[in-house]
């Protein structure tokens, strides 16, 4: 129904057509709309106003809400109208907001607080949508202990699954860990299948290289009519990276180093969690400009992937880009960057002084 947006009175706004703070209009008041109440049993003519509250329906030929305001009781049945209204004004009209048939949110639209609101608007309680992708994660490594417990020697406390889990929940999807495994085939195979009972997408961090007991592809492969679809992938750093179909879950293998395997997440994992969300398949990262502060030297061969810290600059200039040096290992680098910048596999570096773009992180602090 059509209703007022402000209190104030109903009108026919020809009613209040060159009424001004000097000649102001008068009014009968004809009726009062109670909140909660059907309002077009009312009729108004000419000459005539009802009060009115913010929601209430507009009474018959009404057309227009004069704001309260902009009215002064004259009597106890006369309304002074000091500023005349257009008709629609302070009024949204019967199907205004959506019309019949009209298609209210798109498919592969992530559903925010306003579009529940306007689906319980409508009264849709229910709609079909995807679920959020479950990614179970695994760390490998006789080498690793949790993260609250002191090392020995030779011991270093697992990162990655504290990381991993951080970055797909930041997704909005449901992540598990099957906790740390050793480098036993028998021990890691078990767990695996176990989260390939339970989960859409397998993240395994460590063993993906062609070490002696790196045992992640041959995991993979004794799945029953697994297909593998990629080992190795040539960017740095990530290279060391295995991606396997079983049934409809994907299962991939991290490199260990957390740097690798935050850089593959961003850029493979991220769009996969996409993919079983049913959003655009994309990295999802926001890609700003940025302009290099120095010279920064690539290999040839490979995409390489610099994390950089950004500063921004005075005015509309882009922010400057800084590399963050460090071996992939190293944990300090990951605090100091707010992003990766690419530098495509054909290209030998960037000169300083050159505009770029970077992929910021989703959690990057940085005042543009």
């Given at each position: 129904f059509s209703r007022s947006t402000v209190d104030g009175f109903a009108v026919?706004?020809?009613s209040t057509f060159g009424c001004s703070e000097s000649e102001p209009a008068l009014l009968e008041i004809a009726a009062e709309i109670p909140m909660g109440k059907p309002g077009h049993t009312t009729r108004i003519n000419a000459g005539q106003s009802a009060r009115i509250w913010t929601g209430g329906e507009l009474p018959a030929k009404a057309e227009a809400v004069v704001m309260v305001e902009y009215t002064k009781l004259f009597d106890e049945n006369t309304i002074a109208i000091?500023?005349?209204?257009?008709?629609g004004e302070n009024v949204i009209a019967t199907g205004e907001d959506y019309q019949r048939g009209e298609t209210v949110i798109q498919s592969g639209t992530r559903l925010r607080p306003q579009d529940l609101g306007v689906l319980a608007g409508l009264g849709i309680t229910s709609v079909s949508v995807y679920r959020r992708p479950r990614v179970g994660i695994i760390s490998t490594g006789d080498e690793l202990v949790p993260p609250d417990v002191l090392p020995p020697p030779g011991k270093i406390r697992d990162i990655n699954s504290t990381t991993l889990r951080a970055l797909v929940e930041e997704t909005g999807s449901v992540a598990k860990f099957y906790g740390i495994c050793d480098d036993n085939f028998d021990n890691l195979y078990n767990a695996s299948r176990q989260a390939a009972q339970e989960n859409d997408i397998i993240l395994l961090s460590g063993g993906s290289s062609v070490g002696r007991r790196d045992y992640t592809l041959r995991v993979f492969e004794a799945f029953d009519n697994a297909e593998l679809l990629v080992h190795g992938i040539s960017i740095r750093p990530g290279k060391p990276t295995i991606l396997a179909k079983y049934n409809n879950i994907a299962l991939f293998g991290l490199?260990?180093?957390v740097v690798s395997a935050m850089v593959v997440f961003h850029l493979f994992v991220r769009p996969m969690i996409h993919r079983f969300a049913g959003l655009p398949i994309h990295h999802g990262l926001r890609v700003i400009p940025a302009i290099t502060s120095e010279q920064i030297p690539s290999a040839i061969g490979r995409e390489e992937y610099v994390r950089v810290k950004?500063?921004?600059?005075?005015?509309?200039?882009?922010?400057?880009?800084?590399?963050?040096?460090?071996?992939?290992?190293?944990?300090?680098?990951?605090?100091?960057?707010?992003?990766?910048?690419?530098?495509?596999?054909?290209?030998?570096?960037?000169d300083k002084g050159t505009r770029t773009k970077v992929l910021l992180f989703p959690t990057a602090t940085v005042n543009f």
């Open positions: 026919r706004a020809r000091y500023r005349p209204v257009a008709p490199p260990g180093h950004l500063t921004p600059q005075e005015g509309d200039a882009p922010c400057l880009a800084s590399p963050i040096y460090g071996k992939s290992g190293l944990i300090s680098p990951l605090v100091q960057a707010n992003g990766l910048l690419p530098i495509h596999r054909d290209s030998e570096g960037l």
